[in-house]
């Protein structure tokens, strides 16, 4: 009996956005999987790097905003560095991610990340580097609400009496360029 297969029908349209939005010629990969060898969290993704490549050069960008990948990306750019083609593979995934948000198409098992995402940004934006105190209640407000706080309470004044963070965040030498990035990129995070 022959089994079905699902036909693929290319969107250069839907390429052609995701290209333009990152900068990235995604259409110059060739598949060498260079990015998903050298990745360090490809074990925890669903679609691993160059496949996520290989979708987006199809205009298959519906299942990839869809996907955990985009947020188990650590954006440490190992497969950047590793692209014989000079595709910042990191920033595209970064890209998708943001269309993600904006289309409001998060997976539900990934709900809290989009919200970890802005939270980090906005500490940057807010005092031109990471404030951890900051940033964490922030995020624990927002995703877990008043009992999250009260349930890792404990943790953070273990940590903080360890020396593990700072109450207050050090001085940001470079706070005025933080803030110019942030205007040049529509200054919200």
């Not at 985009?70 to 991610?97: G, K, Y």
């Not at 008043?146 to 963070?165: N, V």
């Not at 706070?175 to 529509?186: A, D, P, Q, R």
Request: glycine share 8%; with cysteine.
């Amino acid at each position: 009996m022959p089994t079905e297969t699902a036909t693929l029908i290319p969107d250069p349209a839907a390429r052609r956005r995701i290209e333009s939005l990152s900068g990235q010629t995604i259409s110059a990969c060739f598949q060498c999987e260079k990015c998903t060898n050298g990745c360090p969290v490809a074990f925890a993704m669903d679609i691993v790097p160059h496949r996520v490549i290989r979708m987006a050069n199809y205009g298959t960008i519906g299942p990839l905003l869809h996907c955990a990948t985009i947020w188990v990306c650590s954006s440490c750019e190992t497969c950047t560095t590793r692209c014989p083609n000079n595709i910042d593979i990191a920033h595209v995934m970064d890209t998708l991610r943001q269309v993600s948000m904006k289309e409001g198409k998060v997976m539900p098992t990934q709900h809290d990340a989009p919200i970890f995402h802005k939270e980090f940004l906005a500490s940057i934006q807010r005092s031109g580097r990471i404030n951890e105190l900051d940033m964490i209640t922030r995020y624990t407000l927002k995703s877990e609400g008043i009992g999250g706080m009260i349930k890792q309470a404990g943790m953070g004044i273990k940590m903080l009496t360890r020396g593990r963070f700072k109450l207050l965040p050090e001085k940001a030498t470079a706070k005025s360029e933080v803030k110019t990035i942030f205007k040049h990129t529509g200054g919200k995070p």
